[in-house]
């Protein structure tokens, strides 16, 4: 499974992006997918997972209520529209792939990964 990222860029406190995430492979619709983010001199933290059939999400508290997570598994795509952005959400943020179809928040538990996209929020 190969996984990019793109949607990533600059943007002001307030403002929106939305990431999306294409995978290669044909096993896309099998498997929940999570977004993570890794800002720097900090590790790795979760943002929000899906599962496989996009029917079942959670979100890390920072996010909830600004972030969504999407999927549609016919394009085998992946997407996290950030809403009301604060300074904190800048991050790299990454795309992963578990191995099965059950969520997780912990990135141990995912096999694949994108080599990320970075989003700068501007004050």
């Known amino acids: 499974v190969q996984l990019v990222e793109s949607g990533g860029g600059l943007v002001q406190a307030g403002g929106s992006l939305r990431l999306s995430c294409a995978a290669s492979g044909r096993t896309f619709s099998s498997r929940a997918m999570g977004w993570f983010r890794q800002a720097p001199g900090k590790e790795r933290e979760f943002v929000a997972t899906?599962?496989?059939?996009?029917?079942?999400?959670i979100y890390a508290d920072s996010v909830k209520g600004r972030f969504t997570i999407s999927r549609d598994n016919a394009k085998k795509t992946m997407s996290l529209q950030m809403d009301t952005l604060k300074l904190e959400d800048t991050a790299v943020y990454y795309c992963?792939?578990?191995?099965?179809?059950?969520?997780?928040?912990?990135?141990?538990?995912?096999?694949?990964w994108g080599q990320g996209t970075q989003v700068t929020v501007s004050s």
């Open positions: 992963a792939a578990r191995r099965d179809s059950g969520m997780s928040t912990m990135n141990y538990e995912y096999a694949y």
């Open positions: 899906i599962n496989w059939s996009g029917g079942s999400t």
